[in-house]
């Protein structure tokens, strides 16, 4: 870690503290392309500029010290809230390496070879707190990432319910450890609030049915069983049967269909239900 080890420059810079942040404004929005204002940039820069100089006054040697512990948590902050807002890192880590130059153009920093020491003590300092703010915001990204996935996940994999005692599970797209473990939470719990006796799977938005898929179905069937549930599994096309026959697969006494259709069908026939009336069908 870089240390700062004069408090002339701090000094300097507290004292041309509003043009310094004037610049490094002007730098960070010149960067964001319009996606946040200038007035939105002064409210975020402002505490920060002021937690440097305010760490750099105090004697604070090491961006990792405690001296910085309010930097850091700042810069943290706009790291989570650049993530949020789509910002690239680099576009984050930029924000920080702008008040260099801006520090440098407000000229704050002299020729002499003395003060050209402490501006480059103080450039090595900003680089490790633009590594910082890179850092944060990938661990910020990261879980924006697997919450939005988490999301997504539970969205793509809804239980309905289709009549009285019927409930469906309608499947698109691959069907994996991680999804089928959501698929059977879904539908157990579903089972559960609704008072349900039957569950179809419907597997017509499932693209192929592997041995893996086979077994991940099985599975949620087998679950839902010892919940007291009958299952029917709908959706099975010519070219899924096929694959299913040439892999040796066996669903055992599991129900079949070829459609949801089908499966409501025969699970309202197992319901006991055998004619629908006007009103019903409505």
């Not at 539908?187 to 499932?206: F, K, N």
Request: proline content about 2%.
């Amino acid at each position: 870690m870089a240390e700062f080890g004069s408090e002339h420059l701090s000094e300097t810079i507290d004292l041309r503290q509003a043009d310094i942040l004037a610049r490094w404004v002007e730098a960070v929005a010149a960067s964001s392309r319009g996606r946040i204002t200038h007035s939105e940039l002064t409210a975020e820069l402002t505490p920060i500029l002021e937690a440097i100089v305010a760490a750099l006054g105090s004697g604070g040697r090491r961006t990792d010290g405690a001296g910085f512990a309010e930097v850091r948590a700042l810069l943290a902050e706009l790291s989570r809230s650049r993530a949020r807002q789509g910002f690239s890192p680099t576009e984050t880590a930029t924000s920080v390496f702008a008040l260099k130059q801006s520090i440098l153009d407000s000229g704050a920093s002299s020729t002499s070879t003395e003060r050209l020491v402490e501006y480059l003590n103080l450039s090595r300092l900003l680089d490790e707190l633009a590594l910082f703010t890179f850092e944060t915001y990938a661990e910020a990204r990261d879980r924006i990432i697997s919450q939005q996935a988490e999301e997504m996940l539970e969205l793509s994999t809804p239980v309905v319910k289709l009549w009285q005692g019927i409930v469906a599970v309608p499947l698109v797209g691959t069907l994996d450890s991680a999804r089928t473990q959501v698929v059977t939470e879904k539908l157990l719990q579903t089972l559960v609030d609704t008072g349900s006796e039957h569950a179809i799977i419907d597997i017509t938005g499932v693209p192929a049915v592997d041995t893996q898929v086979a077994q991940h179905l099985l599975k949620t069937v087998v679950a839902a069983r010892l919940m007291g549930a009958d299952c029917i599994i709908s959706g099975i096309r010519p070219q899924i049967a096929q694959t299913i026959v040439a892999l040796g697969i066996e669903f055992g006494d599991i129900a079949t269909k070829a459609t949801l259709a089908d499966a409501l069908v025969l699970a309202l026939r197992k319901s006991g239900v055998t004619r629908l009336d006007a009103a019903e069908a409505q």
